[in-house]
Nanobody, 122 residues
Framework: DVQLVESGGGSVQAGGSLRLSCAASGYIYNTYAWFRQTPGKEREGDADIDDDGITNYADSVKGRFNITEDSAKNTLYLHLNNLKPEDTAMYTC???????????????????WGQGTQVTVS
C-alpha cells in the first residue's frame, strides 16, 4: 500500500523546536513537500525538496525550518526551529515523482498525502 505517515508533532513554547518525520512506503517518490493548514484556511506549502535535492521554502519559514530527506530510510523530515504561535497548524507531508512544468511548492504537484501531525505553539 502507498503510505505516508507523519510523526513528531506536539505542543511547544514559542522559540522552541520540533522535528517532524514522514515515513514513505509503497511507491517510488523523488519529490516531497510539507504543507500546513489551519481551520478555515487553505493548505499552504512550507518547504519542498525535488529530485535534484534542491530545496525551496516559503518566506515565512526561511531561516527557521529545514527540509531534509533520508533516502536509505525513505523518510522525510522537517526541522522546525524558533517556532512562533502563528506556526500552529496541522502539518502534512506530500510526495510524488517529479512532474516537470508544475512547481514543486504547489498542491497540484502531489499525488500522495499523509494524514498530518498537529503542531501547537504557545
Amino acid at each position: 500500500d502507498v503510505q505516508l505517515v507523519e510523526s513528531g508533532g506536539g505542543s511547544v513554547q514559542a522559540g522552541g523546536s520540533l522535528r517532524l518525520s514522514c515515513a514513505a512506503s509503497g511507491y517510488i517518490y523523488n519529490t516531497y513537500a510539507w504543507f500546513r493548514q489551519t481551520p478555515g484556511k487553505e493548505r499552504e506549502g512550507d518547504a519542498d525538496i525535488d529530485d535534484d535535492g534542491i530545496t525551496n521554502y516559503a518566506d515565512s519559514v526561511k531561516g527557521r525550518f529545514n527540509i531534509t530527506e533520508d533516502s536509505a530510510k525513505n523518510t522525510l523530515y522537517l526541522h522546525l526551529n524558533n517556532l512562533k504561535p502563528e506556526d500552529t497548524a496541522m502539518y502534512t507531508c506530500a510526495a510524488n515523482l517529479r512532474l516537470h512544468g508544475i512547481e514543486c511548492s504547489t498542491i497540484e504537484h502531489y499525488l500522495w498525502w499523509g494524514q498530518g501531525t498537529q503542531v501547537t505553539v504557545s
